[in-house]
């Protein structure tokens, strides 16, 4: 009985410091092989291999996330119930091209400023995904309600709020991605100055 106690305990405390704990996505950056001798070159290759948005479209590069949870529903005494525990297990994947073969100095100049642009502009999406699963840990925890024995009345209000936060942020990434690909905006500067060599 008492070694039933002291796991129990055990238990607890681990499952307590784990809630206390700060959670870390996971960021993977990976490349797609293209080739090329000029910037008009290399940015043709992109367009053959870049990867697919959907089933048709290809991209400079792509910016995706897998995200699971850990959720403890705890039925109260009064006949509610409330979502103490909300964990987040967050992987974004960030894919790139990159240059199957060494690039003379002058294009490996032109590269580099190209690529280093296209990294932070896809960063600005992984901070927008980021953003998006604290704002559903910050509604979740605590999240209530009543005459909910179950806990099922609680986990469709959760739905319900992670489908409004979901497509506000596929909203903002797709208003960022229309500005900075837009005439004069940033990623349609970095393809110009790879290009024609501006």
Request: glycine share 6%; aromatic share 8%; charged share 25%.
């Amino acid at each position: 009985m008492r070694s039933f106690w002291l796991t129990a305990v055990a238990f607890l405390l681990a499952e307590a410091a784990m809630a206390q704990e700060p959670w870390q996505p996971v960021e993977e950056w990976k490349t797609y092989a293209i080739s090329g001798t000029s910037g008009v070159e290399l940015y043709a290759s992109i367009g053959e291999r870049g990867p697919k948005i959907g089933q048709e479209v290809r991209t400079i590069a792509l910016t995706n996330f897998k995200l699971t949870w850990t959720r403890k529903y705890v039925p109260q005494p009064d006949g509610s119930c409330t979502l103490t525990t909300a964990r987040p297990r967050l992987i974004i994947t960030y894919t790139l091209p990159k240059p199957s073969s060494p690039l003379s100095q002058d294009l490996k100049r032109k590269w580099d400023a190209f690529i280093t642009g296209v990294r932070r502009h896809e960063a600005v999406h992984g901070v927008m995904i980021k953003d998006m699963v604290k704002e559903i840990e910050r509604v979740s925890i605590g999240l209530s309600a009543p005459n909910d024995p179950k806990c099922t009345k609680v986990r469709a209000a959760l739905q319900a709020k992670l489908g409004e936060i979901s497509r506000a942020q596929r909203q903002k990434s797709s208003d960022f991605d229309r500005v900075e690909m837009s005439d004069g905006g940033n990623v349609h500067q970095l393809i110009l100055a790879l290009v024609n060599g501006r």
